[in-house]
């Protein structure tokens, strides 16, 4: 089958000048401390954008998922590598060395760890939070298997904003995700969230082009809000490979301009939306920043 065609909307433009060195700078850092992150694990197309805009995604815990959702490029196994113990030094030292203002903290699912990884996390918060006081710290995490135990200890530890994708419509989920996965546990891990910490921004993220129509995101939508959430992105879904979900659809730049409006008139505070959108996709841009700077100063 041949592949298919992008749209003209989805073409990339590189970085220039001094986003160029400092997207070079990021790069070579995350090498030497032996530091993943998402946006080359997922093949993001936007990491020169954010990484020389001074906002970066770190994936601790691995580049092994022991999850094996259709739709991710990155690898998965039954269990993935022991963790590092100076890993949230080095994610730390990164950041602070960079002068990142914001960073986004996410992980591979690790369902091998009797905690799932939540303790990590946790360090990782703490070390960041301790190197670079003034750093916004955005957490995109797993669904702990909807443990209340292990969210709670993230929450705790006193990130900005804490994410978790409900990734695709309900009745896409089964097709989409990790059978381990699902929709209704997303929304219990979202909700609990704001449980734990009422005043805590909370953020999901939706792709489309695997087969869902234009009721079924609306509907999504509307769920997550009933879950409390405040900010919400919507974004292409791109095929990594020949394995993985076939694209059902390009929908326009005017409609996801459409479900910006939709989801702004639901009550999220904040909603990007378009094709070259990701969920980490400009995470600290202004209305963000400024948001978590007047929750700072109250």
């Known amino acids: 089958m041949a592949r298919r065609k992008l749209p003209p909307w989805l073409k990339i433009s590189l970085p220039t000048g001094e986003r160029q060195?400092?997207?070079g700078r990021l790069k070579t850092?995350?090498?030497?401390?032996?530091?993943?992150?998402?946006?080359?694990?997922?093949?993001?197309?936007?990491?020169?954008?954010c990484w020389g805009g001074g906002t970066a995604t770190f994936m601790v815990m691995g580049d092994i998922c022991t999850r094996g959702c259709r739709f991710c490029a990155i690898d998965t196994r039954r269990a993935g590598a022991p963790l590092d113990p100076e890993e949230p030094q080095n994610v730390a030292h990164a950041i602070a060395e960079l002068e990142l203002?914001?960073?986004?903290?996410?992980?591979?699912?690790?369902?091998?760890?009797?905690?799932?990884?939540?303790?990590?996390?946790?360090?990782?918060?703490?070390?960041?939070?301790?190197?670079?006081?003034?750093?916004?710290?955005?957490?995109?995490?797993p669904d702990?298997?909807?443990?209340?135990?292990?969210?709670d200890t993230v929450v705790d530890a006193g990130p900005?904003?804490?994410?978790?994708?409900?990734?695709?419509v309900e009745r896409l989920q089964d097709r989409v995700r990790d059978p381990r996965a699902g929709y209704d546990q997303s929304l219990a891990v979202l909700r609990r969230f704001k449980e734990?910490?009422?005043?805590?921004?909370?953020?999901?993220?939706?792709?489309v082009g695997v087969g869902e129509t234009d009721d079924e995101i609306v509907r999504c939508m509307r769920d997550l809000r009933d879950a409390g959430v405040d900010f919400l992105t919507l974004g292409q879904y791109l095929k990594p490979s020949g394995k993985h979900l076939p694209i059902e659809r390009f929908?326009?730049?005017?409609?996801?301009?459409?479900?910006?409006?939709?989801?702004l008139e639901l009550g999220f505070s904040y909603v990007a939306s378009g094709p070259l959108v990701r969920s980490s996709y400009k995470a600290g841009e202004f209305f963000i920043r400024q948001a978590i700077q007047e929750a700072r100063t109250a």
């Open 29 to 49: 850092r995350a090498r030497q401390l032996k530091l993943h992150t998402v946006c080359e694990e997922a093949q993001c197309p936007n990491i020169g954008e």
């Open 21 to 23: 060195a400092r997207y």
């Open 160 to 168: 900005e904003v804490v994410a978790h994708n409900v990734e695709t």
């Open 251 to 263: 929908p326009t730049p005017e409609a996801f301009a459409t479900w910006e409006q939709v989801g």
């Open 101 to 141: 203002d914001y960073v986004v903290l996410t992980s591979v699912d690790r369902d091998d760890l009797p905690d799932q990884g939540a303790g990590h996390f946790a360090a990782c918060i703490h070390a960041i939070r301790e190197a670079s006081p003034k750093t916004m710290i955005e957490v995109l995490t």
């Open 144 to 151: 702990f298997r909807g443990q209340n135990a292990r969210i």
């Open 196 to 207: 734990r910490d009422p005043a805590r921004f909370t953020k999901s993220s939706i792709m």
